[in-house]
C-alpha cells in the first residue's frame, strides 16, 4: 500500500514513548536493511510481503514509528503484534485510530477517541484501510 501510517502510544491524551524492545522483537528479526543515520529499516517476510518502517531507537525508547511503502498479509499481522507489545496504537489517513485493546480509548485524545476500532489481526487492518 502506498501510504503512510504512524505508530504512537499514548498516555492521558499525551504522546508517550514506547519500549524499544517491542521493535526489536517484531521487526529486527526481519530487517534486510538498514540505514541507521535515516532511521530507516527495511523488512521482508516470508509470504514475500514488504515494508518500509522508520524509526528512531534512542536510550531503550522508542517516540513513534512510520510504516510505508507496505504490503498486506504478514506484515500486517507484526504490525499488530507489534502496537499490543508496544501499547500503542495505529494512525492511518482517513481511518478509525487502530487500537490493539479497548483499555487504550481513554488514553486517546479526545478527536480519536469515537471512532476507533480494535484490531486482533491484519486481517482487520487491512478491512479498517480499505473501508477507509
Excluded at 498516555?11 to 526489536?24: E, I, N, T, V
Aim: proline content about 5%; some cysteine.
Amino acid at each position: 500500500m502506498s501510504y503512510d501510517m504512524f505508530v504512537q502510544r499514548f498516555d492521558q491524551g499525551d504522546a508517550a514513548p514506547m519500549a524499544d524492545d517491542a521493535f526489536l522483537v517484531v521487526f529486527e528479526p526481519r530487517v534486510d536493511h538498514r540505514e541507521p543515520q535515516h532511521s530507516y529499516w527495511h523488512i521482508t517476510v516470508d509470504d514475500g510481503g514488504e515494508a518500509d518502517i522508520y524509526a528512531a531507537l534512542a536510550d531503550g525508547t522508542l517516540d513513534s514509528l512510520m510504516v510505508t511503502r507496505f504490503s498486506t498479509g504478514t506484515v500486517l499481522d507484526m504490525l499488530v503484534k507489534f502496537i499490543g507489545l508496544a501499547d500503542a496504537v495505529v494512525l492511518a489517513p482517513d481511518c478509525p485510530t487502530l487500537l490493539a485493546h479497548e483499555g487504550q480509548r481513554h488514553h486517546l485524545p479526545e478527536e480519536l477517541r469515537a471512532d476507533a476500532v480494535v484490531v486482533h489481526a491484519g486481517s482487520d487492518v487491512e478491512r479498517v484501510l480499505q473501508d477507509g
